[in-house]
């Protein structure tokens, strides 16, 4: 019985980083904790306005989903500066 033997993995091409503009790096730190607090925040309160108006009930839902998402905020920039600090 012939077993063919399969080659033994390569090793792993190793590429040279270029070096990164610190003012690139900061503007897009920037931009990614900008989106992460007002995206669940303006979500909240769009839909909170909309359900209240559709159940009649002002300013709770509002109020509710507005906290809910400064909640969700908080969250993902914990886990943004989290991810930084490794």
Do not use: C
């Not at 063919?4 to 900061?26: F, G, R, W």
């Not at 995206?39 to 002002?58: K, M, Q, R, S």
Request: net charge positive.
């Amino acid at each position: 019985m012939n077993i063919i033997m399969s080659q033994s993995p390569t090793k792993p091409k190793t590429t040279k980083q270029e070096p990164v503009n610190p003012a690139l790096l900061l503007t897009m730190t920037a931009l990614d904790t900008t989106w992460r607090l007002f995206v669940p925040t303006l979500v909240g309160v769009i839909v909170g306005i909309n359900l209240d108006h559709l159940w009649n009930i002002e300013p709770i839902m509002t109020i509710s989903l507005l906290l809910v998402g400064v909640l969700i905020a908080a969250g993902l920039i914990y886990r943004q500066v989290k991810g930084v600090q490794r």
